[in-house]
């Protein structure tokens, strides 16, 4: 069956210490996502691509970044870890106009 | 600017009750897609329904149904005769036809449903 997958699930870091999160999917969509939820704000937008090689800001898209080098993949890469970037983050995958099948979430700690 | 509000931070009901969650939408869009994901304890969002601005007919799955009236910008979802298993963060998310597939998400509402 086809699935999205996030690793690692959990994540403890320093802060200033690079951190890649990483998203693949099966679904072969050509769209893809990175959320974060926090309490209070629901689910924001960081970054998404639309595919290869293309990739776009959300609406808190500072300090983080994206690449999108094939189709099932899209790594999130935090340049500088900030305790304002603890969260659980969410990785989302979708054919157009259609609805977005969610990973199982990185929980992730900044120290 | 697009914006999507749940009122309703919380709600607390006896097993078997009817309930109701809000959502209200703004859009400058004509076109545009409205959708409700739940989040049970375990953490994971599940997709439960999508509806399109040229579509405003209710939808009822099983207990679950929608209301999506354009002329007050809502879409609310009701569960009826709730479960303990209903219990759960749900939330309402537009994606505007301009903007293409990207969600924009309510805060979410939690549905706590005791026995």
């Known amino acids: 069956d086809a699935e999205i997958t996030q690793s690692p699930r959990h994540k403890i870091t320093e802060t200033g210490r690079q951190v890649t999160l990483a998203c693949h999917q099966t679904w072969n969509h050509n769209n893809m996502f990175w959320y974060r939820q926090d309490l209070g704000h629901g689910l924001r937008l960081i970054h998404y691509?639309?595919?290869?090689?293309?990739?776009n800001k959300g609406e808190v898209s500072d300090g983080y970044s994206v690449s999108r080098s094939n189709t099932e993949d899209l790594p999130l890469t935090l340049e500088s870890a900030a305790s304002s970037q603890t969260s659980v983050y969410f990785c989302?995958?979708?054919?157009?106009?259609?609805?977005?099948?969610f990973g199982p979430g990185t929980r992730l700690t900044v120290l | 600017a697009q914006k999507v509000t749940q009122a309703q931070t919380e709600i607390s009901v006896v097993e078997k009750e009817d309930v109701t969650l809000d959502c209200v939408y703004e859009t400058r869009d004509t076109t545009y897609y409205l959708f409700w994901y739940k989040q049970p304890p375990s953490g994971e969002l599940v997709f439960l329904i999508r509806r399109n601005s040229f579509d405003e007919q209710n939808e009822i799955s099983g207990r679950y149904s929608w209301n999506f009236q354009k002329s007050t910008s809502s879409f609310n979802f009701t569960i009826t005769a709730s479960q303990v298993v209903d219990s759960a963060v749900y939330f309402c998310a537009l994606s505007e036809a301009g903007n293409t597939d990207k969600l924009i998400f309510g805060t979410g509402t939690r549905l706590q449903v005791f026995p």
């Open positions: 691509s639309y595919g290869v090689q293309d990739t």
């Open positions: 989302a995958s979708s054919e157009v106009r259609d609805e977005q099948f």
